[in-house]
C-alpha cells in the first residue's frame, strides 16, 4: 500500500554490497555488488579486500537501487542498516554510508542484526511471519537455531554451531574436492549425480550423550575431518575419488542433521512454522528434505527463494520496514557497529 514506509537497507557485513528497498512487504529494489571473485583465488573472503570492494562500490549499488525502485533518497522514510554481527571494516562502511546518507536526507536510520534480517526477508515472499516460530539460520559463518517471539524486540537462541558452520564447512570439503569457492553451490550441483548413500559420514552431536548437552547445537569439524581422512585415503590407494558421491554424502549428512534438529525445536515447542534463512538455504537439498519431513509432522516450512538467501540489502530494508510499523524507536545517529553482535540484539 502507497501509505505504507518507504524503507531503504543496506548491506555490508562480508563480501556483498547490497542496497534494498522495500514498501511494507513488498521489494521495490534489490540492487548487488558481489567481490567473490576478488576473494576465490584465496579460498575464502579476505577482511580487507571485502572493506576496500564495499567502498567502491557503496556509492553506484545505491544509485541502481534508487533507480530499479523508481524513487529518490527524499522519498525515503527510514534508512536500516547491517550494524553486525559480520567483517568489523566491512560493517563500518556500511554504518558509514547509512549514517552520511541519513544526514544528508534528514531520514531516521535503524542499525540491525544482520542474522534478523536473514529472517526477516522471508517476508517479502511470504508475508507476515507467524509468531512464535523456528528460525534456523545457516550460512558461511553461522549455524543456529532461534525461537522467535518477537523479531521486532528479541528472540530466544536455541543453539548455535560450536565450531565450522555449515558454510565453512561445504567451502573447506569443496577445497578436499578441487571445486571452486564458495563451495556451497558447487557442491550442490555435483551432489545432483551422485548417491547420498554411497559413504556413511558421521552426524555430529546426534548420539545420546551429546543430545543430553547439545540438543540443539551444531558441530560440522568432525565430519569435514572424516571428508577429508576418506578423500586422502582413496588418494593414498592410487584410486579415483568419486567427487559426485562425496559431494552428496558429505550434503546429505550435514542437511539430516540440520533438518533433524530444527523439526525436534519446532515439535518441542509446539511450533508449526519453520523459517530457513541464510546463504546454505540456497542449497537445493535442505530445501527438498526440510519440506518432505515436516510435512510428516504438520509443520510449515518457509524458505524465501534462493536470491534472497545469501546476504542482500532486501533483507535489512525487511527488517527495517518490520521495526517501523512495530513502532520500534531508531537508532542514535552514533550507532556503533558490532562484529560479534548477538542474537539477541534486533536493534542498537
Request: charged residues 20%.
Amino acid at each position: 500500500m502507497a501509505d505504507e514506509p518507504l524503507i531503504l537497507g543496506i548491506e555490508t557485513s562480508c563480501d556483498e554490497t547490497g542496497v534494498g528497498i522495500v514498501r511494507g512487504h513488498t521489494l521495490l529494489a534489490d540492487a548487488l555488488a558481489s567481490s567473490v571473485e576478488q576473494h576465490a583465488r584465496f579460498g575464502g573472503v579476505v577482511p580487507e579486500v571485502a572493506s576496500r570492494a564495499h567502498l567502491e562500490a557503496i556509492v553506484p549499488t545505491m544509485q541502481r537501487a534508487l533507480t530499479e525502485a523508481g524513487v529518490t533518497l527524499a522519498d525515503i522514510d527510514a534508512i536500516a542498516v547491517t550494524a553486525g554481527p559480520g567483517l568489523a571494516g566491512a560493517l563500518l562502511v556500511g554504518v558509514a554510508a547509512a549514517k552520511g546518507y541519513a544526514v544528508a536526507a534528514e531520514k531516521p536510520v535503524y542499525g540491525v542484526n544482520h542474522l534478523a534480517a536473514h529472517v526477516a526477508v522471508d517476508t517479502l515472499e511470504h508475508g507476515p511471519l507467524p509468531e512464535p516460530a523456528v528460525a534456523l539460520l545457516v550460512s558461511g559463518g553461522h549455524s543456529s537455531l532461534l525461537l522467535v517471539d518477537d523479531l521486532a524486540r528479541g528472540v530466544t537462541p536455541l543453539g548455535a554451531t560450536i565450531d565450522d558452520a555449515a558454510g565453512e564447512a561445504f567451502d573447506k570439503v569443496a577445497r578436499l574436492l578441487g571445486l571452486p569457492f564458495p563451495g556451497g553451490p558447487y557442491i550442490d550441483r555435483e551432489a545432483r549425480a551422485g548417491d547420498p548413500a554411497a559413504i556413511a559420514f558421521p552426524r555430529g552431536l546426534t548420539a545420546a550423550k551429546d543430545l543430553a548437552a547439545h540438543r540443539y547445537d551444531f558441530s560440522f569439524s568432525g565430519l569435514k575431518t572424516a571428508v577429508a581422512r576418506w578423500v586422502e585415503a582413496r588418494q593414498r590407494a592410487g584410486e579415483p575419488v568419486p567427487v559426485a558421491d562425496v559431494a552428496a554424502s558429505f550434503q546429505e549428512a550435514v542437511c539430516d542433521v540440520l533438518v533433524g534438529k530444527a523439526l525436534d525445536a519446532c515439535r518441542t515447542n509446539g511450533i508449526e512454522t519453520l523459517v530457513i534463512g541464510g546463504g546454505v538455504a540456497a542449497n537445493s537439498r535442505l530445501r527438498a528434505m526440510a519440506e518432505q519431513r515436516a510435512a510428516r509432522h504438520g509443520i510449515r516450512v518457509r524458505v524465501p527463494r534462493p536470491g534472497l538467501c545469501t546476504d542482500n540489502g532486501a533483507m535489512v530494508a525487511a527488517l527495517g520496514a518490520h521495526l517501523v510499523a512495530s513502532g520500534v524507536a531508531p537508532s542514535r545517529l552514533d550507532l556503533p557497529t558490532d562484529s560479534a553482535m548477538p542474537l539477541t540484539t534486533i536493534s542498537v
